[in-house]
């Protein structure tokens, strides 16, 4: 239970302490699409299916389906519903050869952002 003595150390004394680095901060930040694509992109990487997914394409290049499924463990078809589901949101792109289909990383951003979300991970405290 709250004291009244914790609930004031939580609260701001004053509304605005630096009017100025709010003002920075507030034209910094992404207008609301944007943050909207963003959290849909982190909510994508927050399923360990689909990291598995990534991160094999991340060692491994452009892959087939069915190689993805076969280096993490899934089913071809749960590999499927997550590449549909990472294309969809620019996460990776696909090229076709006949009837195949062959998966990789979109770009080097996401190839950077999951070499540091490892590399945090992996961190010791």
Known sequence: MSTPSDVA???C???VVDPEKVALVKGALPDGPTIGEL???FGLL???GRLRVLTALLEGGEMCVCDIAASCGNSESAVSHALRLLRASRVVQVRRA???AYYRLDDSHVRMLL???LA???EDG
């Open 9 to 11: 150390a939580e609260e």
């Open 13 to 15: 004394a004053v509304r």
């Open 39 to 41: 959290a849909q992109v």
């Open 46 to 48: 927050s399923d360990p």
């Open 98 to 100: 006949g009837r195949m």
């Open 115 to 117: 070499d540091l979300a």
């Open 120 to 122: 945090h991970v992996g």
